[in-house]
């Protein structure tokens, strides 16, 4: 085997990456897609798998479970990959999720089918922190910013392409086979990694800090239910989520007290010391925020209040996903290019409040093409920040930190998510029932007695004098919602304004050696991989 090198990335094919290194890339897409697909197709699937396995009960926590799962598991991944060795880790959680993918697949019950989505989430979490972490290790952060429009492609095509391909596979081979359709793509990715991804191999003397995971993991878990069942399955000031709530901040505490005294600490917190790490980590909880409070309540509006078809839903989100898509290109480009990038967190946090403000003044008589303007706005702020804010973060580590570093900031943007979906959607329900009482009566308060979200066939069954309301009911609430998620990203530009703009590490100007400016996001460091 051949001795570990540092890749030269300031000469002329410096951007150009090894062929190798481009099948490494094209691995980690499928792996990203795998783990970025799933909850959409399986989405989809949801009432077929009710009719057959029954339970509808329990139908929330197919999706409750793997949510669970991934959140807690991703810092634990990210610890382990800078402990352990990223390759071994992160094939490690491939594995895993694909074990659970053939057993979710064969369940039998809707009780086994839960478990089953509990283990795939766990693969799941190491899969978007591995990729990231990877990513960090092989391409300095310099030349990284060229393969953001490739993960925000993937992105998009997941997105876009979820529903549809989940739709396809039900239809046509069964639901099953929307968890049998992750084994060639993982397999095939497994075998890439395992023949051509070449990282040095480390073996930490230092134990698992086994503490610190039990309490991150009951504090996020604690914190995820609050944000799933408050207002839905519990009221916001019931005992239930009143004792998550006490349980949650408790272990947090208690974590961040164990990470100061811990050999290994899950989350190392002097990673929190720098400026920039801190201020990506803020900056990415509002994005997540905002991002999937937007991907939910878009297409209900434009479903119930445009009359879109819902078998295309993923289409409607185009004009935002590809405005995301082309300004992902272009910021890395940019980036590449210059080195420079506080310009995009600033510039995106304006674009998203703004295109956040715009689709607030959305109401029944609004046409498809100018909420597809005013989404096209949010996709171009959004394609400003969301592979910018894992740059910045992880040239603000050294590279024993990477990990950790990739997995915070993914569990932040996790976080981020099921907040703005709790919190967007408490303030969306509500107002669509006062809506409905106010232009229904009791015709009104009862239609929307057990969910404010309504299909496309409860709609249709409807009076007209209801679906009317119910049309305005769904413009108040979004307007509510996205009026909302506007203010909130004003706190993703306050932080934006605070990045300091520091020479990212890799190809073009040297960067400053550590502490030379004083900075502790200054530090320098190269990427080493083995030669292939």
């Given at each position: ?300 509006y434009q479903q119930s209040v445009q009359g879109a078809s819902a078998t295309n839903s993923g289409l409607l989100l185009l004009p935002m996903l590809g405005a995301m898509l082309v300004t992902s290109m272009v ?192 530090v320098a460091q190269a990427p080493i991989v083995e030669a292939v």
């Amino acid at each position: 085997m051949a001795d570990t090198q540092t890749v030269d990335t300031t000469e002329p094919e410096a951007g150009k990456q090894p062929r190798s290194v481009r099948v490494v890339l094209l691995a980690l897409m499928i792996t990203m897609m795998l783990a970025m697909l799933d909850n959409m197709i399986v989405g989809t699937a949801m009432p077929t798998i009710v009719g057959e396995l029954g339970g509808l009960e329990h139908l929330s926590w197919v999706v409750t479970a793997y949510t669970l799962a991934t959140a807690a598991a991703t810092p634990v991944w990210g610890k382990l990959g800078d402990m352990y060795g990223r390759k071994a880790t992160f094939m490690t959680s491939i594995v895993i999720f694909l074990i659970g993918s053939a057993l979710s697949g064969m369940a039998q019950n809707m009780g086994e089918l839960i478990g089953f989505r509990a283990v795939q989430g766990l693969g799941a979490g190491g899969l978007m922190v591995g990729v990231m972490a990877i990513i960090g290790d092989l391409i300095p952060p310099r030349e990284r910013g060229k393969y953001q429009g490739m993960m925000a492609g993937v992105m998009a095509l997941a997105m876009i392409g979820g529903p549809l391909v989940g739709g396809t596979i039900t239809d046509n081979w069964g639901w099953r086979w929307s968890f049998y359709i992750n084994l060639p793509l993982g397999i095939f990715a497994l075998g890439l990694i395992s023949v051509v991804l070449h990282l040095p191999k480390k073996r930490s003397k230092a134990g698992i800090d086994y503490l610190g995971v039990v309490l991150l993991t009951v504090g996020i878990t604690s914190i995820v239910l609050v944000t799933t069942w408050g207002g839905t399955e519990y009221a916001w000031s019931s005992a239930r989520i009143m004792e998550l709530i006490g349980i949650g901040v408790a272990s947090l505490i208690g974590f961040v007290f164990w990470q100061t005294r811990a050999a290994e600490p899950v989350v190392p917190l002097h990673i929190f010391r720098s400026r920039n790490f801190t201020l990506m980590s803020i900056i990415g909880f509002i994005t997540g925020f905002v991002m999937f409070g937007a991907t939910l309540f878009l297409p209900l509006y434009q479903q119930s209040v445009q009359g879109a078809s819902a078998t295309n839903s993923g289409l409607l989100l185009l004009p935002m996903l590809g405005a995301m898509l082309v300004t992902s290109m272009v910021a890395g480009r940019v980036t590449t290019n210059t080195g420079k990038y506080k310009v995009f967190p600033v510039v995106g946090s304006v674009l998203m409040i703004v295109g956040l403000y715009l689709l607030s003044t959305m109401d029944t008589g609004t046409s498809r093409f100018m909420s597809g303007v005013f989404m096209a706005v949010v996709g171009l702020g959004m394609g400003c920040l969301m592979q910018i804010t894992m740059l910045v973060a992880q040239n603000s580590v050294e590279m024993k930190d990477m990990g950790v570093a990739s997995s915070s900031t993914t569990l932040f943007r996790t976080l981020g998510s099921s907040f703005g979906v709790a919190i967007m959607g408490a303030l969306f329900n509500n107002r669509v029932q006062d809506v409905m009482s106010e232009r229904a009566g009791a015709l009104g308060s009862k239609i929307t007695e057990k969910s404010a979200q309504l299909d496309a066939k409860s709609l249709e069954k409807l009076p007209a004098v209801a679906r009317e309301a119910y049309q305005h009911a769904v413009s108040s609430g979004t307007h509510s919602a996205f009026l909302l998620g506007s203010v909130v990203a004003v706190v993703a530009l306050v932080a934006a304004v605070f990045v300091k703009e520091v020479a990212l590490r890799g190809a073009g100007p040297a960067a400053p050696k550590p502490g030379e400016d004083g900075d502790a996001d200054a530090v320098a460091q190269a990427p080493i991989v083995e030669a292939v």
